[in-house]
């Protein structure tokens, strides 16, 4: 049974591929609030601004690596 809304996890999930997200949005949606975006950047100020229980990452980006994003995010 899913989650209450209220208790979901929120959860972003960073990756330049539109289907890893995808896939990642499907496998979590059930169990997590997930916010999905392709740019470390704007996710970097998604993640300023509202508060996440999880980030995932995708390592290899164009813009800056995971590690760069979540050392940013820190």
């Known amino acids: 049974m899913p989650a209450d ?7 972003l999930v960073v990756d330049d591929d539109p ?3 995808k896939s990642l949005e499907r496998l979590l949606q059930d169990e997590c609030e997930v916010h999905c975006v392709e740019s470390p950047a ?12 999880v980030i995932l990452t995708d390592y290899k980006m164009p813009q800056m690596t995971g590690t ?6 820190k």
């Open 68 to 73: 760069e994003f979540a050392h940013a995010v």
């Open 5 to 11: 809304v209220s208790t979901k996890p929120r959860v």
């Open 19 to 21: 289907r890893v997200l």
């Open 42 to 53: 704007e996710a970097l100020s998604l993640a300023t601004s509202e508060s996440f229980e």
